[in-house]
């Protein structure tokens, strides 16, 4: 299996290299690239893998909308790339490719968000690079010492290690008070790029801080997710109330996803009980997929001046958490299983803030309501509106995925 | 179980009947052809009278039972027991003869659907009170009486004639003008309604949870009482009785009684003879029938009721009399009156709790008898307004001559009512006499002197309402003596009843009768006889005494009472509703201002942090990370 995911790679390197010729031809070859790595599951979680490639095809239809790219094609194969290691970390235990599937997500971006219609926008991709260089470097620090201290326990280095971690990804997803970067990347680059760097990129650096938080649980967990509670919380509610007054449409989702990394964040306290861990995991995917399909819907929307009002509103309400859209269980199953392990305070403030969240997502639904028009944006938003409805079925389907792939996210360190 | 088929007839039949009229007068308001159809209301409440006859005559003292929500043992449950026979005839009976002079009295009027609609709702509703053991199927007929009675006390809605007001138009104390609207009379009494309905609802759901059931004759009360203990019984009766006194109209809730007269005469009548009115003591003696209180006399609290409900009653009952005394509205005095002889039924029932249940009899009796001569005084008073287009007392003997009828009967409504030997009221009220004397005993004279008071007085203003209307009042300006047939007759058959109760006391044949009637044979009864014979004759030589008019008008004012309807209550209300606006303007402003300013304000605050300038960003994040990290090495350190 993993012979096909090395020819995919190829696969996306040689496309890339031929787009220097024909743009498009890229887009076909990523496309075949992603469903050769998705065979990697061997059937397994196809609940995930799924969601995950369709919203990679989603991002790579995106580029379409740009009139032109700076790097003409490889974008194609830098999403590709991106979409390959968030279906590949789910499936690997080991650390080193764990690690690479991080770098593997994080650098791209570094690209992509240099990519616009006109010139290469400089100065706010040297705002992000910087942050994200440093995010990788403290994420990185924070997933080592955590492992080699495993072996070898000692509590101050293990809290350390895991609020260097979460410091990284903090810092990596723009989670408040770290989020600083976001609002100005998000209403200044290019809303293309940005929703790729706002939706599937956020993926991997919370399942790889997963991966390596489950694999060196300690006694000490609860005490350190105090730090993960903690800038959880403040996430939340920095991105709602921030989002509350912000004009620009580019600023508001840039507050939204702080406050949607808010509530990822504060469900890592979850682990210090393994037994609703499950249920939590599935919050955090589904949240993550909502997340992802809501921003690229709305991005597409605000690069061609407008979406269809009712897509709009459709994924306004998600990300507010009407039920029974996916909005609605992914936040449900956070909630529950924070009340589980003891933190019902915190579930409510959750619920708190999807209430604070409501005004803004429906102004942005407003600003962006238009006519249907036959567009890319338009299928898009039409593809993310049905991620949407998906749950209409209750997704007790998820959940008992996430208890089948329990054994991938738990690996064992012992062999180091 | 199969039930018999005249039960819902009963009930159903008065209100069908009047749906033509009512639904010609919403399509063809005052249609020749509409004016027909009263007739067809009457026949309704004639059929309900053929079957109350046949329930009192042929049906065998049982309860039947429809079963409608038999899981929560709530169902129609019907019963026909001494109480329920009598006083359903007895309703039927007197609603009938109103409705038959109805037919003339109403025949011009503007609103006629209206009228007969909720009069025969009226009777229907009493007669479902009357006749239901279940606690919830009688509030049904309950609220049917409060919303009926808002209907017709404020059935000329228009408010543009004197004639249908209440009090002098010239009258002012202080800030308030004694001077009533049709409307305002009927926000008067459904309001003070709805005051002792809500506590009652809550006994009877309080009665419910405590026992599961609502058959008034099932109810385990002993054990109830026992279980609830001093405090529980006082509360839960108290609050439930709350509901018969205010429907009775006993202090403070008579001002209600009193502008009730804004509505049309005959619904007075019916008002304060069989329906309304009488349900509140009929609920009283009903619930007292099955209580049994004189075998719970070990039940703590039971007494401190029974000694409520007794003051309350002799208290009220001189209130009114003394009122009535004072007052020269022909209607209003009536009023008083009523109000005077509820307080009397009250108070004579309540001494079954020492005495037994001779109280409930003498009390049901007094009922009775009330029922047909006030029944006739207000047709005869309703006659005279038509007569002399005047609500206020006036007509000399030219006018008695020419009404010979009316007169006939108001002689003989008020000798058989006030209790001079050997008319009817003389043997039910030396029936009371007794039991107040007997009453010594327990609780001492004073309910006695109490008695006998009121008696005295009662007298002296039926006196005088039969004088200073027929005999020496002043000369009418006007006199219409253009038909009035059917009026007559009316109460001339009404009237005609004293006899038949007479009839029936004194040949004893109700055996229930003959205990008060040997009550009337003792001494002291026939002293006090005597004494009512002395106020009656003076109050017929003497209708006014010009010496103590101003002692009149304190007692027409009706001691001051109507500041505690029309001055204090509605001041706490408006201080209720400004403590409730001022609150609604502070959620306002908590909702609308203060936390949106507040989120306003941070927001802004998080957003001020976007400078654009990089080097300042990467200031903030090492501060924060370095921050962070500090506070994870502290964590560690312990």
Redesign the interface.
Known sequence: MELMVIIALLLITLGSALSFRVRWITLPISVIALIMVSQISGGKFLEYTGFVVVIAILNLLSLGIMKKSQIKGVDFGLVALIGSATIYIVFTKDLAMILTTFVVVSVPTYMLVFVNDDIPNVKIG??YV??MV?ATI?FVIGALILSYNHNNFN??????G???LI?GLA?EVGAA??H??A??VFSNADPIPVSIIASIAKIVPVVVALKILIATTSP?TA??S??AVG?GLISMF?GN??????RELG?VLAYSSTANMGYIISAFVVLINPAFLPLAVAGILLQLIVNAAGKIGMFSAIKEGGGATHLMYLLALSFIGLPPLMGFWSKLFIAVSLINVGYTWLALLLVLNST?SVPYYLRVARDLSGNWVLSLGTIIGVVAALIMLVTLLPPSWFVSGVEKMMEFMTFNLGGM | MTFPAYIPVLFLAPIFLSLPIALAWVYRPGAAWARKLPILSVLGLFISLIISLYILFRVPSESVTIQWLPGFDINFVFTFDYLSKYMGALTAFIAFLIGVYGLEYMKDDYRLGWYWFFFNTFTASMLLVVYSDNLLMLLIGWEGLGLASWGLIGHWFRDDDDLSYVGDSKRRIGPLRLFWSPTTGGWRAISTIRFGDMPMFFAIAAIYALTGTLDISQIPWGDMFQKIGIAGTVILLFAFLLGPFTKSAQLPFSEWLMTAMTGPTTVSALLHSATMVAAGTYLFMKITWYIKPWELEGVPGLEIIYLLVLFLGLISALYGALVATGLLERKVLLAASTMSSLGLMFAAASTSFWLGKIGLLVAFWYLMVHAFAKATLFLVAGHLIHVTHSRFCEGDLELGKKMKIGFGATIIATTFLAGIPPLTAYWVKSGMDELMVELIHDVGALPLILLIAVSVVYAAFLAKFLSLNFIKGTRPHHIDLHGGQLMSSAYAIMVSLMFVLLYVIIREIDPSTSTFFEAGLEKTSFLVGIAVLITYSGGLIMPRIRALANVGFVLSDRLYLPFLNDYIIPGIGWVIASIVDHANRGIDSLFHRWVPEF??R???D??K??T?S?PI??Q??SG??IA??I???L???R
């Open positions: 040297i705002k910087t942050f440093l403290l509590g101050t280095v293990y809290i350390l895991y609020t260097l410091v810092l008070p770290l600083i970067w609002p100005d000490l005490s350190a105090m730090i800038i920095t109330i921030g989002a509350l007054t912000s600023r604070i | 989120f306003e941070i927001s802004r998080i957003r942090l976007q654009g990089l960003y990467i903030i994040v924060i990370i962070i990290l506070i994870g090495a964590m560690g350190w």
